[in-house]
């Protein structure tokens, strides 16, 4: 199992970002498919997540801002951030379970300064 991230980058506050995650070495449209973040001196929090059947789920502070979507045909799943805010800023990791065990990508820093 691979899960590659990329788009992150340094944003303005209330700009955009969007970040994409490939996934390979499982049957990605059967697998739910989360985003997490941990900025420095925090743990890592769960942000948001999509299933199988494109129900998403989002933690409290991204709501309305966030979106979290899913490509079964290029096995990618992407976190389009909007409206961002320096408290956004962390290391943004993609995650999945398989075989019992989660996996993660090697996450790609989002930092949202002036």
């Known amino acids: 199992v691979q899960l590659v991230e990329s788009g992150g980058g340094l944003a303005l506050p209330g700009g955009s970002l969007r970040l994409s995650c490939a996934a390979s070495?499982?049957?990605?449209?059967?697998?739910?498919m989360s985003w997490y973040r941990q900025a420095p001196g925090n743990e890592r929090e769960l942000v948001a997540t999509?299933?199988?059947?494109?129900?998403?789920s989002y933690t409290d502070p991204v709501k309305g801002r966030f979106t979290i979507s899913r490509d079964n045909v290029r096995r990618t799943v992407y976190l389009q951030m909007n409206s961002l805010k320096p408290e956004d800023t962390a290391a943004y990791y993609c995650?999945?379970?398989?075989?019992?065990?989660?996996?993660w990508g090697q996450g790609t820093q989002v930092t949202v300064s002036s």
């Open positions: 999509i299933t199988s059947n494109h129900n998403t």
């Open positions: 995650q999945t379970l398989f075989g019992g065990r989660p996996y």
């Open positions: 070495g499982i049957n990605f449209r059967l697998n739910a």
